[in-house]
């Protein structure tokens, strides 16, 4: 097989990558194609599919990939891959008023570019120069932490320096502090956070508040109209939580066992569909009245609608986080953990905030977020208090063979 040949997606992969876009601002942005299913990461990325293609296969170390020729004290720039609409820009469109700011400030200049469509075309891109132990010509990647973790596993990702990270350090929050899959943010640092939550059209429910996936899978009264997401770590992972399991820490019983409560649901028609984020539609006009959905999605539907609201279940969400990388053998890495860490300055992360309405994992953000919008200061979406924080649940990594098998069952039940 040619190395530089693409590995064919089985339909299973390609249906669970498909997702609908929204109108206006919200086409093509951020939360319309982050949700590419972790299935294409098996088939783009596992150790078995390198090898197959005559790469041979990285080899992580304790270390993580060696700093490759750092030229940052004499090149003033960073490459930096992002998604689109996920960075501030001016009203007029012709600024991103923070990045300008940071080049101003250390004469850093930033090559932005949002070249990330969705996770598993862009770890497609990179993959074979990883592989061959080549730079990719970034300095800094943005990708879900999925696929973060499978960076770091094969050891393509540069382990970051804690002295050029002193904001960073002091201010990433609790909840983002140790993931499984990276503890102690030795070579990541959160972009955003991505709560999974319940919401509902308070008129299309009668006025009734829908707080539990029990109430979404069991209410007779919302027969019909209820959907679920057509990501498999969100719609299984708040299912676990509402019969008691632990997302984090799962067998595969666990993981059956919640296949087959969905499936009860679907077999009575009481779920209408599985969805991308194009249950927004629905949703805004009562023809959905509750669903699993995506906080980003609410924040900007509840502008235009006052009927539309979400709840956090008692058993607890879902949070994911996009985050940032500095690949293996990136020529500029001092300079990219010089951006990371200003983007957790509070002020810089409040103007952030203020544009891409995901979660801030940056403490200290509120009293500045005020300064720029109180409304959105005050939005548990935006900045979750201790509480709502104290209810987040991540979905464990899982190896290629789990997730191979976890997403073909997803799939069989969604009908993809």
């Known amino acids: 097989m040619d190395s530089h040949e693409p590995e064919r997606l089985s339909p299973v992969q390609i249906a669970a990558m498909r997702r609908s876009l929204t109108n206006g601002r919200g086409s093509l942005t951020r939360r319309s194609l982050l949700r590419a299913s972790g299935m294409g990461a098996v088939a783009l990325g596992g150790l078995g599919a390198l ?131 990276d503890p102690g943010r030795s070579y990541s640092y959160a972009w955003t956070g ?112 006052p009927d539309i609201r979400f709840s956090i279940p008692s058993a607890g969400y879902i949070t994911s986080s996009d985050n940032l990388l500095v690949p293996a053998k990136a020529t500029h890495k001092a300079n990219a953990e010089k951006l990371i860490d200003y983007y957790y300055e509070p002020p810089v992360a409040a103007q952030l905030a203020a544009y891409i309405n995901y979660v801030c994992p940056v403490d200290g953000v509120r009293e500045e977020l005020a300064k720029i919008d109180p409304a959105m200061a005050a939005n548990t979406l935006i900045l979750p208090d201790k509480e709502m924080a104290s209810r987040s649940h991540a979905f464990r990594s899982l190896s290629s063979e789990e997730e191979t098998a976890y997403e073909e069952k997803f799939a069989k039940l969604i009908g993809a």
């Open 51 to 181: 090898s197959a293609c005559g790469i041979p296969p990285a080899k992580s170390s304790a270390d993580g990939a060696a700093v490759f020729d750092d030229r940052s004290a004499k090149e003033k720039v960073v490459n930096f891959s992002n998604w689109t609409e996920y960075m501030d820009v001016s009203e007029d469109e012709k600024h991103r008023p923070t990045l300008e700011a940071f080049t101003e400030r250390t004469g850093i200049r930033v090559k932005y570019t949002e070249d990330i469509n969705d996770n598993v075309e862009f770890f497609g891109k990179i993959k074979p120069q990883l592989a061959a132990g080549q730079n990719t010509g970034r300095d800094l990647i943005c990708v879900t932490d999925w696929l973060a973790a499978r960076i770091i596993r094969l050891g393509w990702a540069q382990k970051l320096d804690p002295a050029n990270l002193p904001h960073a350090f002091a201010n990433l929050s609790a909840q983002f502090r140790t993931p499984d899959w």
């Open 194 to 305: 991505i709560p999974t939550v319940i919401a509902y059209n308070v008129k299309a429910t009668g006025g009734r508040k829908i707080d539990s996936v029990t109430q979404l899978l069991d209410d007779p009264k919302l027969k019909g109209k209820v959907s679920f997401l057509s990501e498999m770590r969100d719609s299984i992972g708040m299912t676990m939580l509402d019969m008691g399991k632990d997302p984090g820490d799962f067998t595969d019983a666990d993981f059956d066992a919640t296949v087959g409560r969905i499936q009860k649901a679907v077999d009575k028609k009481q779920i209408r569909r599985f969805t991308g984020n194009d249950y927004t539609a629905d949703l805004s006009k009562g023809d959905i009245a509750a669903c699993i959905a995506w906080a980003g999605d609410i924040i900007q539907l509840q502008a235009d609608n």
